[in-house]
């Protein structure tokens, strides 16, 4: 999920607050409770909200969004923004511990159920963000979801239900079209056809299981949809190098014959 994306989300959630407040019962200035404090400190808090975030000052927004939730605790969609927020922010804890919460009042929001699996993944817990993965694909079919899966799979060394899942992907004809950012082993990087992704990461479940010859065809069919596919180039020097090097181990030694002695 791209932070462009969740800035917007974050800005149409705002919107929703108007519009919430609508349905109470006219303006947000208009509506009252007991239990609340002044509807125009409420409203003050929003709109810090609302200028933090033009300018991307999400530690601004946090705060807003967390006396705005002071005042008026009634208001669910306020957590849904603040997750937002801290997931705009690569605050996985925070975001594991909200997107918990919401998902155990609403366990069908796929929206909050992916920043949850990105936070397991990024939090060190591959099995965990597998588990999300596997539900939110289930639910959405989603093939930037089903790929996740893949990569999560081989990290657990999990090579067949990996296999499983990259064929999937390399089936599927949107792999083509559909985009992945990689990294080399330099540090650059690659935006990727996911097709080749996929066959890239299937050569390398060959190669772990001692697969050379098939290892070697997926590599090839990779570099074919992306020849400038450096991870793929390197894999296939380094499958190269390997074999020499066994080659080169299994030749019988030559001996020397030592010198007769003179007489």
Wanted: glycine share 4%; net charge positive.
């Amino acid at each position: 999920m791209k932070y462009s994306v969740v800035l917007l989300l974050l800005a149409f959630s705002f919107s929703t607050f108007a519009q919430n407040d609508k349905k109470k019962g006219g303006t947000p200035e208009a509506n009252t409770s007991a239990q609340t404090a002044s509807p125009d400190l409420f409203s003050s808090q929003m709109s810090v909200y609302k200028n933090a975030l033009s300018y991307y000052d999400l530690s601004t927004a946090t705060v807003a969004l967390y006396n705005a939730i002071a005042l008026k605790p009634e208001r669910k969609d306020l957590y849904d923004s603040l997750t937002y927020l801290y997931f705009a922010g690569e605050r996985y804890g925070q975001v594991y511990l909200l997107a918990e919460k919401l998902l155990k009042e609403d366990e069908k929001r796929t929206d909050i159920r992916e920043m949850l699996a990105v936070a397991k993944q990024s939090l060190n817990m591959p099995k965990e963000a597998l588990a999300e993965y596997e539900k939110l694909y289930a639910a959405t079919k989603n093939i930037h979801s089903l790929y996740q899966m893949a990569t999560l799979q081989y990290q657990l060394k999990r090579f067949g239900e990996c296999i499983v899942s990259l064929d999937q992907i390399i089936a599927n004809p949107e792999a083509e079209k559909t985009q992945i950012a990689i990294k080399n082993q330099d540090g650059g990087g690659q935006n990727v056809p996911m097709k080749a992704a996929a066959l890239n990461i299937k050569g390398i479940c060959a190669m772990e299981m001692n697969q050379e010859e098939i290892a070697k065809e997926n590599f090839n069919e990779a570099i074919k949809i992306f020849p400038e596919f450096i991870l793929a180039k390197n894999n296939l020097q380094f499958l190269a190098q390997r074999k020499a090097q066994q080659g080169a181990a299994t030749q019988p030694q030559r001996t020397t014959t030592p010198a007769a002695p003179k007489k």
